[in-house]
């Protein structure tokens, strides 16, 4: 059986476009925003574009706090929606991949980032956890550049 659970952050120092457009066009720059999170993104299987697309694969290899072990996670773009600003990722490898299917980003024109696990077994709250922290850092780096 398949559950979901679902996070949100208010967006104050980004807009939802740029926010949105992190995440659908310039992923690489995920590294040098979220620098103590994220610590490595690649495109991987043939992939050559950052923009997300479906299909689209991409390594991403996570600090995780307080320990500092790093988790990889491999995943590919299932869905993208510009018009509601949603892009769905399958996860396909990675130490995640015994319980969490994919993730899913919802972006909404009043200022909320939400992400959504598809899991099996346990509630993936380290993960929803993890994708608050990278939010909140994004929107933070935005917050500073005003």
């Known amino acids: 059986m398949t559950y979901s659970k679902s996070i949100e952050t208010k967006l ?5 476009d740029q926010f949105y457009k992190i995440f659908r066009e310039q992923a690489s720059l995920l590294r040098g925003i979220c620098s103590e999170i994220v ?5 991987a299987d043939g992939t050559k574009t950052w923009k997300a697309a479906p299909g689209n694969r991409k390594w991403i290899h ?6 500092g072990n790093v988790m990889k996670v491999k995943d590919e773009v299932e869905t ?7 892009i769905s990722f399958k996860v396909l490898t990675g130490a995640i991949r015994d319980n969490i299917i994919g993730f899913k980003l919802e972006v909404s024109d009043d200022n909320i980032a939400r992400w959504t696990v598809a899991y099996t077994n346990a509630a993936p709250d380290d993960y929803l956890n993890l994708l608050e922290s990278i939010s909140k850092t994004v929107d933070n780096y935005y917050a500073q550049l005003n």
């Open 62 to 67: 996570y600090s995780i706090a307080p320990s």
């Open 39 to 43: 610590n490595d993104i690649q495109l």
């Open 80 to 86: 993208v929606d510009d018009p509601t600003k949603t």
């Open 12 to 16: 104050n120092g980004v807009t939802p």
